[in-house]
């Protein structure tokens, strides 16, 4: 009752009402893991980087790279990232895939002009085929460059929107990368950027956020999403299975759908994937073989 007397009323009685869910591109989003968990550090940290103080001008084309592990949950966290925040966007939510996209595939005089190719097809695929945005009046694609002149036309109009670019790869070399990843932007000063990689170098004009994996307790708990504990012999199993696992979300949900699918029927679930493990020795085997590769490959072995 005193809250409810706290509440405002009169002309300021709307604020009560939660604004409209802006609209999200394309339709639907990539599915989430519904198991999803931890984490949030993370998506407040995003959220803080993506709303620094504004001074004036300032603030304008924020943009943020999320880098990590192969499997650490770039993409996931993204996605969270989305869902969780997505009133702070009246603008819209766009998502962008860049996985179709190899640089190694071509040499680097005519890696910027793929490029631009890719990020316009990656455009289209997320906005559709909106006549005088994407396509002419025949319904043909724009080409990348009158492409990226329509959306700043069109973004400049808009309020804040997300602009988020999954699955950016490693490109080289350095001044090209920089360029690219420049064009990749989102095409408003209304717009923030977040970008997922698995590349760890600094990119000029954006702020980098390292991904860890996640904690003993976290790992526990997202085991536990799938089956939880029954007792204190399963409890144990669950943290020596966390353990092994290193806290990285992939083998974590792999290990997951193990217990839910592979061990459904089981009496004791954990006590069963721990003994496979063990068993099998895979993990030892593959920290081995990222200790041999270190040299070569520094922290990137691991993954």
């Known amino acids: 009752d005193k809250l409810q ?11 009560r009402q939660l604004p409209p869910a802006p609209a999200r591109y394309p339709n639907p989003f990539p599915r989430g893991n519904p ?3 931890g984490r949030n550090r993370e998506l407040m940290r995003i959220h803080s980087l993506l709303h620094p103080p504004r001074i004036g001008a300032q603030a304008s084309n924020v943009a943020l790279h999320a880098h990590g592990l192969g499997g650490i949950g770039k993409t996931e966290l993204a996605l969270q990232y989305a869902e969780q925040f997505q009133t702070a966007y009246p603008g819209g939510v766009y998502w ?3 996985a179709g996209f190899d640089p190694e595939r071509f040499s680097a005089d005519s890696i910027e002009e793929n490029a631009k190719h890719a990020w316009a097809h990656a455009v289209h695929s997320a906005l559709g085929e909106q006549i005088g945005l994407t396509v002419d009046g025949k319904n043909k694609p724009f080409p990348a460059d009158v492409l990226r002149q329509k959306l700043v036309k069109h973004f400049a109009e808009c309020q804040d929107f997300l602009w988020i ?8 070399p350095a001044d090209r990368r920089e360029r690219i990843l ?19 170098l600094a990119l000029a004009g954006y702020t980098p956020l390292a991904l860890e994996r996640l904690s003993h307790e976290d790992s526990q708990r997202l085991l536990a999403q ?3 504990p029954r007792h204190d012999t399963e409890k144990r199993a669950c ?12 083998a974590l949900t792999l290990a997951g759908h193990a217990l839910d699918c592979v061990h459904g029927n089981s009496e004791r679930p954990y006590a069963d994937l721990l003994h496979e493990l063990t068993t099998r020795a895979a993990v030892p085997v593959l920290e ?3 200790e041999r590769m270190r040299p070569e490959l520094g922290d990137k072995a691991s993954g």
Do not use: K, M
């Open 5 to 15: 007397a706290l509440l405002p009323c009169g002309s300021l009685n709307d604020e």
């Open 35 to 37: 198991h999803f968990t």
């Open 96 to 98: 962008l895939n860049l």
């Open 165 to 172: 670019v999954d699955n950016v790869p490693p490109i080289q």
């Open 182 to 200: 420049a064009d990749w932007q989102a095409p408003a000063a209304q717009g923030r950027t977040l970008i997922t990689s698995r590349d760890s």
């Open 226 to 228: 799938y089956r939880p």
């Open 239 to 250: 943290a020596d299975i966390a353990s092994q696992l290193g806290g990285h979300p992939l």
């Open 288 to 290: 081995n073989l990222a």
